[in-house]
């Protein structure tokens, strides 16, 4: 997984102009559990790769690149309390269930829009995001994607699953 992290890494330089490999791999050697993290992102379909660094508490950034959002993800509804609620037709699991399982978490909308600034993702997708708690309350649930070259957000029933519509995880990894 290495390997292949460094590869997409090298390949993508814009998207980390503020992260070095060598402060990558360090990071990773003081949190090796993200490995098993960045894994299950890459099994997914999510193609891992560095985006830069977290303003506020400095973190490396590692997020889902692939151009879609990523197939092993889709078809889920928001949580696992909409999960229950869904009975007729229910999916098999929900995104942050599946995220929590993987050791990461949704992107947030910040997140979302600083991803689509560094190239076109979800052209024919969506994308489940992390959704505050007001919104959650009253059963509903965001997600973004780009159309017109402008990313939206919108929100559905907390319940709802598409087969297009999956979720970007993004890991936060400490240099200490």
């Known amino acids: 997984m290495l390997s292949i992290l460094k590869e997409r890494f090298m390949d993508n ?10 402060e990558v791999e360090a990071a990773l050697r003081i949190h090796p559990e993200a490995l098993r993290s960045i ?19 400095g ?3 590692i997020c ?8 092993g993800r889709r078809s889920l509804c928001y949580d696992d309390e909409a999960l229950r609620r869904r009975k007729k037709n229910p999916p ?25 600034e560094l190239g076109e993702f979800d052209l024919k997708s969506s994308s489940w995001i992390s959704t505050p708690q007001e919104f959650r309350s009253l059963g509903g649930a965001l997600f973004c ?19 297009s519509r999956g979720w970007r995880g993004i890991l936060r990894l ?3």
Not at 13 to 22: F, K, L, T
Not at 64 to 71: G, K
Not at 97 to 111: N, P, V
């Open 13 to 22: 330089p814009i998207r980390h102009v503020d992260v070095s490999w060598d």
């Open 39 to 57: 894994e299950a992102m890459e099994e997914t379909g999510g193609e891992p790769d560095v985006i830069g660094r977290d303003q506020t508490s």
């Open 59 to 61: 973190q490396i950034l």
């Open 64 to 71: 889902d690149c692939s151009r879609e959002s990523p197939a």
């Open 92 to 116: 098999r699991g929900s995104a942050l269930e599946q995220a929590s399982r993987m050791g990461i978490e949704l992107m947030d909308e910040k997140e979302y829009r600083r991803l689509q």
């Open 145 to 163: 994607e780009r159309r017109y070259q402008r990313v939206f957000v919108f929100h559905n029933g907390a319940d709802s699953y598409y087969s």
């Open 174 to 176: 400490s240099e200490n």
